[in-house]
């Protein structure tokens, strides 16, 4: 089974503060990403990776940064934590391989951090 | 435009009950795939079906069945015979052929499951 796992559950940070969030996958998946979880907004794309060292803008990049300095991680940076930055963050990974003519692999998630920035 | 709609955003019933979650989509492309996937209290989204579309067959997975309507761009999912163990955030999903990393979820729909 593909275990995709996030440093941490519960997170709590003060605004201002450069806060790193951790994933780790270890299905040596090339694609990685990053979502927002809030209420009645469903999950948004904060980035993804395709690849080491690459990255690409979900729709919600503003305020975020990512890492990926290697196959299995991918970092989410919050350069400087706001308030309205208080939010689930999801991890996900998935293959790029072509399957039934497709390369749309479900995706696999972690277990989320919850952040709470004071 | 790529959209999502579960319009439902808190469904409650009793065990053994049979439910329907819809989903509604937009899309211009011409092929596209469809996802649900579960959110248990724990946290973690798990994957329950794809659909393409050139498959409008409906699937049958136990309890769970799907219902893909592409007249109607619809997607709805239906648990058969409830159980308190389905209680959880669904969240319906779509991506394109082209754009195959780009994920369209809906806002979920809460599923509560009463002994």
């Known amino acids: 089974d593909v275990k995709v796992t996030q440093s941490s559950r519960y997170l709590v940070k003060r605004t201002g503060e450069k806060v790193f969030l951790e994933c780790v996958q270890d299905?040596?998946?090339?694609?990685m990403f990053w979502y927002r979880q809030d209420p009645g907004l469903g999950l948004r794309l904060i980035y993804f990776?395709?690849?080491?060292?690459?990255?690409e803008k979900g729709d919600i990049p503003e305020g975020y940064s990512v890492s990926r300095e290697k196959k299995e991680r991918f970092s989410l940076i919050l350069e400087s934590a706001s308030t309205n930055q208080t939010s689930m963050y999801l991890c996900?990974?998935?293959?790029?391989?072509?399957?039934?003519?497709?390369?749309?692999?479900?995706?696999?998630f972690g277990n989320g951090t919850r952040l709470t920035v004071t | 435009a790529q959209k999502v709609t579960q319009a439902q955003t808190e469904i409650s019933v009793v065990e053994k009950e049979d439910v329907t979650l819809d989903c509604v989509y937009e899309?211009?492309?011409?092929?596209?795939?469809l996802f649900w996937y579960k959110q248990p209290p724990s946290g973690e989204l798990v994957f329950l079906i794809r659909?393409?579309?050139?498959?409008?067959q409906n699937e049958i997975s136990g309890r769970y069945s799907w219902n893909f309507q592409k007249s109607t761009s619809s997607f709805n999912f239906t648990i058969t015979a409830s159980q308190v163990v389905d209680s959880a955030v669904y969240f319906c999903?779509?991506?394109?052929?082209?754009?195959?990393?780009?994920?369209?979820f809906g806002s979920g729909t809460k599923l509560n499951v009463k002994p």
């Open positions: 996900a990974s998935s293959p790029l391989i072509l399957q039934g003519g497709s390369y749309n692999s479900p995706l696999h």
């Open positions: 299905m040596d998946h090339e694609n």
């Open positions: 990776s395709y690849d080491v060292k690459m990255k």
């Open positions: 899309t211009r492309d011409t092929t596209y795939y």
């Open positions: 659909r393409n579309s050139f498959d409008e």
């Open positions: 999903a779509l991506s394109g052929l082209y754009n195959f990393n780009k994920f369209y």
